[in-house]
């Protein structure tokens, strides 16, 4: 079974410069999560879908964040403009349903702001 | 809102040793309990799924409990081998169960 895919692994970018993640989730699982994860920190929630319909966005800074789920499998998470504090690691991670069964995380996107 | 906790932030144990990872957290109202393991430069993988409504799980070297009313969570790794090195992050799911609350994690060195 294939994991949760995510790309690029790796950006570095300037602040005030936009920047997007792409995200596939395992098949068939209707659920996707976005989480910034800042070094040393625990990751944090930034937006969850439910097939192509928002659960939660309440942590995400919509003045520059923006993400979609556009036809309920595969999911994009833009940043723009960015500032020097985005600089983490954006987990995308999916499960079956919602309702808190075993989720499974992709490798990350690592995000550098210089 | 939910706080998790994990104490030690860090820990350096020699190889065979068993030890626990300490988790807690502030609002006992959860779905259930997941103990992660995350290596450098990886995403994570779920070790341990602990529903609300049951007391522990055991995969192999690793056992996980659950106290709800005290907020606790523990997870025991028996003879710890030096593959066991990562952190270990724990994350509880409140009664809606859509969200995941992380703690901070404890990395793990252990020791050959």
């Known amino acids: 079974e294939a994991g949760v895919a995510q790309s690029p692994r790796y950006k570095i970018i300037e602040k005030r410069q936009s920047v997007a993640f792409w995200c596939n989730p395992i098949s068939g699982h209707a659920t996707l999560y976005w989480y910034q994860q800042i070094l040393g920190q625990g990751p944090k929630l930034l937006i969850q879908f439910q097939n192509n319909g928002v659960v939660d966005d309440s942590q995400l800074p919509k003045d520059r964040f923006s993400a979609e789920r556009l036809k309920g499998v595969d999911s994009t998470l833009k940043i723009q403009p960015a500032k020097l504090e985005d600089s983490a690691v954006y987990l995308c991670a999916s499960t079956e349903f919602a309702g808190g069964n075993t989720i499974y995380f992709g490798e990350g996107s690592w995000l550098t702001v210089v | 809102k939910q706080e998790v906790t994990q104490i030690p932030a860090a820990l350096s144990v020699p190889e065979g040793e068993n030890l626990v990872l300490n988790c807690s957290f502030t609002d006992s109202a959860i779905y259930n309990l997941q103990w992660f393991r995350q290596d450098p430069g990886k995403g994570l993988t779920s070790l341990l799924l602990i529903q609300s409504s049951q007391r522990e799980q055991t995969s192999g070297r690793l056992n996980a409990s659950l106290d709800k009313s005290s907020g606790r969570s523990t997870l025991y790794i028996a003879a710890s081998q030096p593959g066991d090195s990562a952190t270990y992050l724990c994350?509880?799911?409140?009664?809606?169960?859509?969200?995941?609350?992380f703690g901070t994690g404890t990395s793990l060195t252990v020791i050959p």
């Open positions: 994350a509880v799911s409140p009664n809606t169960g859509n969200q995941f609350y």
